[in-house]
C-alpha cells in the first residue's frame, strides 16, 4: 500500500521526512561549483535554500505530534522509504562506475 492510499497524514509524512532531509543532506555536499546542467543546479539550489531548511523542519515536527497515535504505520513508510532512497541512490551511483 501505498502512503496516498492510506489516506493518512500520519504516513505521509512519514515518507516526506526521510525524503526531504535526505535531499537537504545531499544537496549541502554537492561538489563547487554547480554542475553546469541547469536543472541539476538548480535541484541543489532549491534544497539547500535557507527557506527550504525551514520547511524540512515542518514535517520533522508534525511526524513527532501525530507518528505516536499511528507508530506501527508510520515506521513501516519510514522503512520503506529509507529503502527505497537507498535504492534510488545506489542505482544512480552504479551508473557513474
Same mark, same amino acid.
Given at each position: 500500500?501505498?502512503?496516498a492510499?492510506? #489516506?493518512s497524514?500520519a504516513?505521509a509524512?512519514?515518507?516526506l $521526512?526521510v %525524503? +526531504? @532531509?535526505?535531499? =537537504?543532506?545531499?544537496? !549541502? #555536499?554537492?561538489?563547487?561549483?554547480?554542475?553546469?546542467?541547469? $536543472?541539476? %543546479? +538548480? @535541484?541543489?539550489? =532549491?534544497?539547500?535554500? !535557507?527557506?527550504?531548511r525551514?520547511?524540512?523542519?515542518?514535517?520533522?515536527?508534525?511526524s513527532?505530534?501525530?507518528?505516536?497515535?499511528?507508530?506501527?504505520l508510520c515506521?513501516?513508510?519510514?522503512?520503506?522509504?529509507?529503502a527505497?532512497?537507498?535504492?534510488?541512490?545506489?542505482?544512480?551511483y552504479?551508473?557513474r562506475?
Amino acid at each position: 500500500m501505498r502512503p496516498a492510499q492510506t #489516506r493518512s497524514y500520519a504516513a505521509a509524512l512519514s515518507v516526506l $521526512v526521510v %525524503a +526531504e @532531509w535526505l535531499y =537537504l543532506d545531499w544537496a !549541502s #555536499r554537492a561538489p563547487q561549483p554547480l554542475p553546469d546542467n541547469f $536543472v541539476h %543546479a +538548480e @535541484w541543489i539550489r =532549491l534544497h539547500e535554500h !535557507s527557506d527550504f531548511r525551514g520547511f524540512r523542519r515542518f514535517p520533522a515536527r508534525e511526524s513527532d505530534r501525530v507518528a505516536p497515535r499511528r507508530a506501527d504505520l508510520c515506521r513501516d513508510f519510514f522503512r520503506r522509504a529509507v529503502a527505497l532512497e537507498l535504492s534510488f541512490f545506489e542505482a544512480a551511483y552504479a551508473e557513474r562506475t
